[in-house]
């Protein structure tokens, strides 16, 4: 059990360990930033004079316009759903985010969640365009049309995947996925199906990132990991003798 921890997610435990000792609480600022903003959109959504305003500027239906759901969308990876509780979405951004930030850099950590949940808000007009009786159960009933897109954790599954596959944690991106199929063969819903939509976009992302590293000559996985902030400048990273990503502050 020890080798296998440590083949999992011994270079993954080694990024964040020494960006937290060397940087502190700055390793994770963008994170730090997203879990206080996720926070202060659930209390005002949840006040009478703030749920109209939360709705008009972070919450997507497919029923909106086009250019109304994208300029929705940066805000919308931080308004948590009303029905479930909060302090799971925060742990979720906490947890995930916070290894995104340092082992991606903030920049890339936004981007990815960016692509993920618009993939999610793309596929449900797609889904309900298709119809509840598309083969492969690939399309939506049109009154998903009305049903809130699923904030944060479309994000979240999407970076939970491409950072498992930059630090080849390959029995826990599997079971990320796993998991997600499971949620929709359980309970198919929109928020499922958008999950794997955000999953497949991510697939995507870490496809492309290893073609680039491949054409550029590099090894991809852990050896490229990133650091948090400033030292997140390119795809390939310098390594410790232990295989570890390098941390540079």
Not at 34 to 48: D, E, G, H, K
Not at 120 to 141: C, E, F, K, N
Not at 157 to 176: E, N, S, Y
Request: contains cysteine; proline residues 4%.
């Amino acid at each position: 059990m020890r080798r296998f921890a440590r083949r999992e997610w011994g270079a993954l435990y080694t990024a964040v360990r020494t960006a937290l000792v060397a940087r502190g609480w700055r390793a994770v600022a963008l994170t730090l930033g997203a879990v206080s903003l996720t926070a202060v959109f659930q209390v005002v959504q949840n006040q009478p004079w703030g749920y109209g305003l939360v709705q008009s500027i972070g919450s997507v239906r497919a029923e909106d316009p086009l250019w109304v759901a994208l300029l929705r969308t940066p805000l919308s990876l931080f308004v948590p759903a009303l029905d479930l509780p909060v302090w799971g979405a925060l742990a979720q951004i906490l947890l995930v985010f916070g290894i995104a930030e340092i082992c991606l850099g903030r920049l890339r950590t936004l981007l990815i969640a960016y692509v993920a949940t618009l993939a999610g808000t793309m596929y449900a007009r797609l889904g309900i365009a298709l119809g509840p009786d598309a083969p492969l159960g690939l399309g939506l009933p049109a009154s998903d049309a009305r049903v809130v897109d699923t904030g944060p954790s479309a994000a979240v599954v999407g970076l939970a995947v491409f950072v498992c596959w930059r630090h080849r944690a390959w029995l826990t991106g599997g079971l990320v996925v796993v998991a997600m199929v499971v949620e929709v063969l359980v309970k198919c819903n929109l928020a499922g199906k958008e999950h794997l939509a955000a999953i497949a976009a991510a697939l995507v992302v870490c496809a492309a990132a290893s073609w680039r590293q491949r054409r550029s000559g590099g090894d991809g996985g852990s050896s490229a990991g990133g650091g948090g902030g400033r030292s997140s400048g390119g795809w390939r990273r310098g390594s410790t003798r232990s295989g570890a990503p390098a941390i540079r502050s």
